[in-house]
């Protein structure tokens, strides 16, 4: 008969948040299929559990996710952690647990920790609706049009980022989204928690120059509500693009694209009706 794979939260810093019923799980499972064996040796050495573990991380987790499907499929159960939070989120799990469904393996979760609803919990921004969008990509062109596709997103929308890349990731935010209120959220759980809420230029200046150090999630505001677009003259478009780029401090081009967007309207026309005005 087939074994089972649990997926085990483990703490985002404080091990306090382990849970008794994690350690069972652990301790219950025939082997722990885990990111980086060395973090989670310490976490066992921590709660006294001796265990065989496996390495599943990015670049194996194909040939390796085939060989713990096999082991479960012949009886054995395997509990699966990453280094930190929820394996799955940001973290290798995903595809593992899309396998094992896949296969007809009864997949349970222990649930722990997670920085995503953890930072939106504690940032002050609506948390009715939320989007979650990981790290944003290096790669220039699907980072601009991830980016891109968040304008008008209404819901509070959560990042994870790096410390060395979050001055760009301030200002690539400022840019594309135009200047709302953020929550950095770092150091969760740990000794130098803190949450700063501000705005996305305030916190682009704060840290220009790097300095930022330990883990943050970031927790942005959603767009303004719109008018409704219907019926919408050229000339009202037009003064919404020039308010647009005057509180957001972007080009008239860029406003009056983002207008067209809205309205129907086309953004030339837009366009060309706007510098009249300014004119
Ligand atoms: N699976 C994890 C979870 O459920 O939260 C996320 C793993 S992802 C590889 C790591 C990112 O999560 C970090 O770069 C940071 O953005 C965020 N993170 C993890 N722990 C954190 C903490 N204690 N404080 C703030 N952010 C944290």
């Known amino acids: 008969m087939s074994g089972t794979l649990t997926i085990v939260g483990t703490p985002i810093g404080n091990l306090g948040d382990f849970s008794p019923r994690a350690v069972e ?29 496996v390495s599943y991380y990015e670049h194996n987790k194909r040939e390796r996710g085939e060989l713990i499907c096999a082991r479960i499929e012949a009886g054995e159960s395997c509990a699966l952690v990453s280094d930190a939070g929820m394996p799955a989120i940001s973290d290798p799990g995903e595809e593992l647990v899309a396998q094992c469904a896949a296969r007809g393996i009864p997949v349970l979760a222990v649930p722990g ?63 594309a989204l135009g200047d709302r209120r953020v929550a950095l959220a770092r150091e969760l759980t740990k000794v130098h928690e803190e949450v700063i809420r501000t705005t996305l230029s305030e916190a682009a200046l704060r840290y220009a120059d790097g300095g930022a150090r330990g883990e943050f999630v970031l927790v942005v505001e959603g767009a303004a509500e719109q008018e409704a677009p219907e019926n919408v003259s050229l000339e009202e478009a037009a003064r919404a693009a020039s308010e647009l780029a005057r509180r957001e401090g972007i080009p008239l081009s860029q406003a009056a694209r983002r207008i067209a967007a809205m309205t129907g309207l086309r953004k030339s026309e837009i366009y060309q009706a706007l510098t009249r005005q300014e004119e």
């Open 25 to 53: 799980a652990l301790e219950a499972a025939d082997f722990i299929a885990a990111e980086d064996t060395r973090v989670t040796l310490r976490l066992l050495n921590h709660f006294g559990i001796k265990k065989p573990l």
């Open 113 to 175: 920790p997670s920085a995503v609803v953890t930072a939106l919990a504690l940032s002050g921004l609506p948390t009715g609706r939320f989007t979650f969008e990981g790290f944003l990509s290096m790669n220039k062109k699907s980072r601009r049009e991830h980016l891109a596709s968040l304008r008008e997103e209404r819901r509070t929308m959560v990042f994870y980022e790096a410390p060395h890349k979050l001055p760009a990731t301030l200002r690539d935010l400022l840019e």
